[in-house]
């Protein structure tokens, strides 16, 4: 009977240190954000509410600025794990990353 108490405490003990590392990570969209991704995905977050907030009060044509945004997607979404390019503004708003 001792071995099986310990054995039960030991169990718990493992699947409680799997809940707290499952629990760190922050989900973006259909992607896991890891603890490296986090501040990269944020400040995108932050540039996607910008250039909506600067959309809504430019007079810029809307060409130019869906030039400009596939480019520098592109270029930020090579670095890390996080695919950048399937990363909108409601994934951002209902991770908790910006508010509206």
């Known amino acids: 009977m001792h071995i099986k108490a310990i054995a039960?405490?030991?169990?718990?003990?493992?699947?409680?240190?799997?809940?707290?590392?499952?629990?760190?990570?922050?989900?973006?969209?259909?992607q896991t954000v890891s603890e490296a991704d986090h501040e990269r995905v944020?400040?995108?977050?932050?540039?996607?509410?910008t250039?909506?907030?600067q959309a809504v009060s430019s007079t810029?044509?809307?060409?130019?600025?869906?030039?400009?945004e596939g480019t520098e997607a592109t270029e930020t979404a090579a670095i890390g794990?996080?695919?950048?390019?399937?990363?909108?503004?409601?994934n951002c708003i209902e991770a908790g990353f910006?508010?509206?």
Do not use: R
């Not at 810029?60 to 400009?68: L, R």
């Open 81 to 90: 794990s996080v695919d950048l390019d399937q990363v909108t503004l409601e």
């Open 60 to 68: 810029e044509s809307d060409e130019t600025a869906a030039a400009d």
């Open 8 to 30: 039960s405490a030991a169990t718990l003990a493992v699947v409680l240190g799997f809940a707290g590392t499952a629990a760190a990570q922050t989900m973006i969209g259909n």
């Open 51 to 53: 250039a909506d907030n």
């Open 98 to 100: 910006v508010t509206k």
């Open 42 to 49: 944020k400040n995108y977050c932050e540039d996607l509410k």
